[in-house]
C-alpha cells in the first residue's frame, strides 16, 4: 500500500511560481513512476507531468512545456513539481499518483494510488 500527501498549492498571481511536493509512504518508492495531474471543474482529470522510478526520463503535457519541471528525490519518497510562469488556466485541484511500473505511464488509468489533491488558484 502507498499512501501519497500532496503539499505546496496555493493563490498566486499571473506569471508567479509554486512548488508543490508529494510525500509518499514505503519503502520501494524508486521502483514506480510518478505522476502529477490536475482538474479544473467540469474537466477531466489531466496529466500535466511524470517521471520514471529512477528519474531519467521525464513527460510533459504540451501547455506545460517549458514552464513546470517534475523531479523525485528517492532519498526522501519525494515528488516535486515546480511551477513557473503560471497563468489563470493552470488553476486546478493538483493530484499526485503513484503507478505499479517503473517507466512513464501517461493516462490516469495505469496510476493505482492517489493523493488528495492541492488547490493551485492563479488570478488574472
Known amino acids: 500500500q502507498v499512501q501519497l500527501v500532496e503539499s505546496g498549492g496555493g493563490l498566486v498571481q499571473t506569471g508567479d511560481s509554486l512548488r508543490l511536493s508529494c510525500a509518499a509512504s514505503?519503502?520501494?518508492?524508486?521502483?514506480?513512476?510518478m505522476g502529477w495531474f490536475r482538474q479544473a471543474p467540469g474537466k477531466e482529470r489531466e496529466i500535466v507531468a511524470a517521471?520514471?522510478?529512477?528519474?531519467?526520463?521525464?513527460y510533459y503535457t504540451d501547455s506545460v512545456k517549458g514552464r513546470f519541471t517534475i523531479s523525485r528525490d528517492n532519498a526522501k519518497n519525494t515528488v516535486y513539481l515546480q511551477a513557473d510562469s503560471l497563468k489563470p488556466e493552470d488553476t486546478a485541484v493538483y493530484f499526485c499518483?503513484?503507478?505499479?511500473?517503473?517507466?512513464?505511464?501517461?493516462?490516469?488509468?495505469?496510476?493505482?494510488?492517489w493523493g488528495q489533491g492541492t488547490q493551485v488558484t492563479v488570478s488574472s
Open positions: 517521471i520514471s522510478g529512477s528519474g531519467t526520463s521525464t
Open positions: 514505503g519503502r520501494t518508492f524508486s521502483t514506480y513512476a
Open positions: 499518483a503513484a503507478t505499479l511500473f517503473s517507466g512513464l505511464r501517461y493516462t490516469r488509468y495505469d496510476y493505482r494510488y
